[in-house]
């Protein structure tokens, strides 16, 4: 039944420790989601986490960005890695370290990350006409 709720739409569920059994998703399961986040998250060549990279207007936009999904990652209880170089380079890497792989815990933090408004590098954006994430929620 949730695979047909939207990936948004969905709460994060207490991760399971590696010990459980528990094991990373395929590389078919993840590309069968992958769609319904915005193109430029990419998955890694080994299948294991999915990650995207996009510059910020400025430093001040590119933090802002982090403080909204760090506040999403506290509420659903499941935190990406989340780095700012260069002064507004934003990159998220998305992955369950417990199974060293993808959960769908991994997918839905994305897709409700996509939501979150940026205020992108007008450059970048030219440079990048295929993303989706927050652009709209940004031009409000």
Request: with cysteine.
């Amino acid at each position: 039944m949730s695979e047909s709720i939207p990936l948004c739409d969905r709460k994060c569920e207490a991760c399971k420790r590696g010990g459980d059994g528990s094991v990373p998703m395929s590389r078919e399961e993840v590309s069968k989601h992958m769609p319904s986040l915005c193109p430029s998250w990419q998955l890694s060549p080994e299948g294991d986490k999915i990650s995207r990279t996009f510059n910020a207007k400025n430093f001040a936009s590119a933090i802002d960005f982090i403080n909204k999904i760090a506040a999403l990652a506290e509420e659903e209880g499941h935190h990406p890695d989340l780095s700012v170089s260069n002064w507004n380079t934003v990159s998220v890497v998305m992955w369950t370290h417990t199974i060293k792989g993808l959960d769908i815990n991994d997918l839905i933090v994305a897709a409700k990350s996509d939501l979150i408004p940026v205020v992108y590098s007008p450059k970048w954006l030219r440079e990048n006409p295929h993303v989706t994430a927050g652009v709209a929620a940004a031009e409000k």
